[in-house]
């Protein structure tokens, strides 16, 4: 029974991690200036897709969720579907305050991880 029991204890750590969500809001002008044109949550652990609109600027934020202690959560951005380093366009650390960042870029894809 001891093996079994020691056997789970990696796995329960693994699930432990946590999920990171971010407000993201994209936009036609500089400076963050409404209405939005895009909006969604962006979930870590995952490549979201992004409208393929141009964009001058955009905010984001976390929703909720953190890093593990030494990292810190990033939002990057891609020009390309799929989220790879080829179309990587900036990464951009966030914290819980909306931040406004100026770009120049249409993005087909995003994710959020802890680096």
Same mark, same amino acid.
């Given at each position: 029974m001891q093996f079994k029991l020691l056997a789970l204890i990696p796995a329960l750590v693994a699930t432990a991690t946590a999920t990171i969500e971010? @407000?993201? !809001? +994209? =936009? =036609?002008? &500089? %400076?963050c200036v409404s209405p939005s044109i895009e909006a969604a949550?962006?979930?870590s652990g995952a490549? +979201?897709?992004n409208n393929g609109l141009?964009?001058?600027s955009f905010s984001a934020s976390i929703e !909720? +969720?953190?890093?593990d202690d030494g990292t810190s959560p990033v939002l990057k951005m891609y020009t390309a579907s799929g989220c790879t380093d &080829? !179309?990587? =366009?900036g990464s951009y650390e966030i914290t819980s305050t909306t931040q406004c960042f100026e770009i %120049? @870029?249409?993005f087909l894809s995003n994710e959020v991880v802890c680096e």
């Open positions: 971010v @407000a993201f !809001s +994209g =936009y =036609y002008v &500089a %400076d949550n962006v979930i490549c +979201g897709p141009p964009l001058k !909720s +969720g953190s890093c &080829a !179309s990587l =366009y %120049d @870029a249409t």
